[in-house]
């Protein structure tokens, strides 16, 4: 295409009107100038392509659904994140798709957020690593993806409305990360800007966001779009950076903008920018059309393969596997009808559904059986005693219980949040009863976030299947049997109770407002530094085989500017074939600002047969190290001493070592009369001549400078803003000015 002939052919009311989708899936078209229209659908883990009539939310094509985030994130396996885009891609081809909108990638600030099923993680190293690839795997097939919902925008009540209150450092180094990864290492052809406000401006209209972070800093070069009816003030977001309003606005907002270009409100420059980007867009997908076939028996099998890297294993007091020669008793309607996916916009309409039931026979070897009993329904918290009695009969005849739970669909959908993380109390109910008869009952778990389990303690095996996908069923029974050795880890933070939530004082809005008054501190960057008992930690998964850590090599000290690699060997010591997922975190102890105990930098997942070692290598940059820092304005490392964490999970750390960083430099202190006299001492460039300048002042406090006494009057002086020596230290006026320019010479 040649954007700029079609651009300067191109009459104000055109440009106008492209900057907004035609109906909710396409742009505008103006073929007598060489502009197609391109179709987008929604995501991420499959195709929502709504065809002519298709108006519903759940009407939609059929396709293939694939497990969604929540599940996908447990892999922690970036090469199947991958490989999953890559059939995507290749679907969005065969169908004439430009981009999947997608994927979703908000921190899971709150078990409660309704949309945490189709959310990644809680943590924004893992949620960018994983995100990038998937990214990575559509793009290669020439087909966009639009990373989702930028930003802050962790929760679904007054989705539309609220404004998310929170420091810059917080958005920075939690809530923009993953999406600053995508971009770096992915390039999205296209971002979605969330419906929310961000400290007060509508992420639509927030120049910051879009123009100076996105573009300005992360070399952002595609189209951001809106959320679906997300835009209030169409004029400022053309000016902030915002390309492409969705749906259209039936072209009322077209005139608006004629109308602010006309008026010199809006300048065409901006306009022409946004116009050129969906052009650029628009050539990116007609320009590299691929021919593909949509089969979905194939893709509906990978989806099956998907799921099983990403079913995490919780809880196995050897009850686990099971043995074809046992008598089994399945109980639970998520066993004949398995919730898979979540409500809303990524509902997908899914060729096939396979459930546990529907293949279970194949699993009952002549000694042993297999049978079903409903217990309680899939869809509802309804409890019927008769089919309690159906079960707990069942229950008595079996060597053990296997009891599909989970949440309906009701309990957790797009567009509102949780109330509470229980099952429904028909589920729990009948897991008490089961549980009295003392045979060995297993629990798997179908839903999008943490539930709390108040049986815990006393079930013997709990198999998280999260929300896996049409082939949930099969995947879920070949982990049961061992045909498939379970080896996903958690993406979040099991707590044990939802008050134990670091935002649970502030979620989801008062008045308007959500405060992330938390801070950094999410998920297990709060349970972890507080060194609360959780009910399985971040990081968590067991394996049917057992792995051993050993031989870390890490250097003693590492300059920030050359990076370093680390490296450990992890050996399959069990009898079985198995992959772990090693995981490597960073604990700051140079004290410069208050950080989490620890936080994820690396992570693998490597495969190994039985007796095999295999050595795992990380790199380690400035990032690994860094925090967000507002005074610098950039991110920053101390130089100091940091520990370098091996971890199967967040609380189970097998090797360490301490490191020093070097290269760095000391953040200098802000020169004014209120600099404080430790702030000076601390700080090299200013270290000797304080300690002349001062010694009459310590002096006064009983000491030389540097030697006082006692911490009473230590501390005095380390916090004595220097205005004040006029007062203790007898200084005048001119001689304090003349302190403070002789320290900003220095600093
Ligand atoms: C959702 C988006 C989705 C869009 C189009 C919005 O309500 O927030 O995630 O892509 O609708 O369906």
Redesign the pocket.
């Known amino acids: 295409m040649d954007i700029k002939g079609i651009l300067s052919k191109m009459t104000l009311e055109q440009k106008a009107s492209i900057v907004s989708g035609h109906d909710a899936w396409t742009t505008e078209k103006f073929e007598e100038i060489g502009v197609p229209s391109i179709f987008v659908c929604?995501g991420p883990h499959g195709l929502r392509k709504q065809e002519e009539g298709q108006v519903q939310i759940n009407d939609s094509i059929d396709a293939v659904c694939f497990p969604t985030a929540c599940a996908t994130a447990s892999s922690f396996d970036k090469q199947l994140m991958y490989d999953m885009g890559v059939i995507l891609g290749k679907q969005c081809q065969a169908e004439d798709v430009s981009t999947l909108?997608g994927p979703?990638i908000n921190i899971k600030r709150s078990p409660l957020c309704g949309r945490n099923f189709e959310y990644v993680s809680e943590d924004p190293y893992l949620a960018g690593e994983l995100t990038a690839s998937y990214v990575n795997g559509v793009q290669s097939q020439h087909v966009g993806t639009s990373v989702?919902?930028f930003a802050a925008n962790s929760q679904e009540t007054e989705r539309m409305y609220a404004d998310s209150v929170v420091d810059e450092r917080t958005l920075r180094e939690i809530y923009l990360a993953a999406f600053e990864t995508a971009v770096k290492k992915a390039h999205p052809w296209t971002i979605?800007a969330s419906?929310n406000r961000i400290n007060g401006v509508y992420s639509c209209e927030n120049d910051w966001l879009l123009n100076k972070v996105l573009r300005d800093e992360w070399g952002f070069d595609g189209i951001v779009m809106s959320?679906?009816g997300a835009v209030s003030d169409r004029i400022k977001g053309i000016a902030a950076g915002l390309d492409l309003e969705m749906p259209g606005s039936q072209g009322v907002n077209d005139s608006h903008i004629v109308r602010a270009v006309q008026s010199g409100e809006l300048s065409e420059e901006a306009l022409d920018t946004a116009v050129t980007n969906i052009l650029r867009w628009v050539e990116r997908f007609t320009e590299n059309r691929q021919q593909e076939v949509f089969d979905r028996d194939i893709d509906h099998e990978k989806s099956v393969r998907a799921e099983e890297e990403c079913i995490v294993l919780l809880k196995n007091d050897s009850v686990l596997p099971l043995d074809k020669k046992e008598k089994i008793a399945i109980i639970g309607g998520f066993a004949e009808t398995p919730r898979y996916q979540g409500g809303g916009?990524s509902h997908i309409n899914s060729h096939k559904v396979v459930s546990a039931v529907s293949v279970m026979d194949s699993f009952a070897a002549s000694e042993g059986w297999i049978r079903y009993s409903e217990g309680f329904p899939y869809d509802a918290d309804i409890t019927d005693e008769a089919k309690f009695d159906v079960a707990v009969s069942l229950a008595k005849e079996a060597d053990k219980v296997v009891v599909f739970a989970g949440l309906p669909d009701v309990f957790e959908s797009?567009a509102y949040d949780r109330k509470h993380m229980r099952l429904p109390d028909c589920q729990n109910a009948l897991i008490e009863k089961l549980l009295k008869l003392g045979k060995p009952v297993i629990i798997v778990l179908h839903n999008g976030s943490p539930v709390e389990m108040p049986w815990v303690d006393e079930v013997k095996g709990i198999v998280e299947v999260y929300l896996g996908g049409e082939g949930v069923g099969e995947a879920a029974m070949n982990v049961l049997y061992g045909k498939v050795n379970p080896s996903g880890k958690l993406a979040e933070s099991f707590p044990i109770k939802l008050e134990d939530n670091p935002s649970y004082l502030n979620f989801p809005v008062a008045r308007h407002k959500v405060v992330y008054v938390e801070g950094v501190f999410v998920g297990y960057r709060y349970y972890d530094t507080k060194k609360m008992d959780v009910l399985f930690p971040f990081g968590h998964g067991l394996s049917y085989t057992s792995f051993e850590y050993s031989n870390l090599r890490c250097p003693s000290k590492i300059d920030i500017n050359d990076g370093a690699e680390v490296s450990v060997d992890i050996t399959n010591t069990g009898a079985v074939k198995g992959k772990e997922i090693v995981q490597l975190y960073v604990s700051d102890r140079t004290y410069a600002t208050n950080r989490p105990v620890h936080e994820l930098k690396g992570f693998d997942k490597v495969e190994l047969e039985p007796g095999e070692t295999k050595t795992v290598t990380f790199k380690l940059d400035k990032r690994s190290f860094a925090w967000y820092s507002t005074e610098v304005g950039d991110w920053y490392a101390a130089d100091g001493s940091y520990v370098i964490e091996i971890g199967k999970s967040s609380r189970d750390i097998p090797l360490s070592q301490e490191t020093e960083l070097t290269g760095s430099f000391q953040i200098p202190p802000v020169i004014d009369k209120d600099v404080q006299l430790g702030e000076l001492r601390a700080y090299n460039k200013t270290k000797e001549y304080t300690a002349k300048t001062f010694a009459e002042a310590s002096a006064q406090f009983g000491g030389r400078e540097g030697e006082e006494k006692d911490e009473m009057t230590k501390a005095m002086l380390e916090y004595l803003p220097i205005r004040t020596l006029r007062s203790f230290g007898g200084m005048t006026n001119e001689k304090i000015e003349e302190i403070l320019s002789d320290l900003n010479k220095l600093v």
Do not use: P, Q
Request: net charge negative; proline share 0%; charged share 35%.
């Open positions: 929604d909108l979703a989702k919902h979605m419906y959320d679906w916009s797009e």
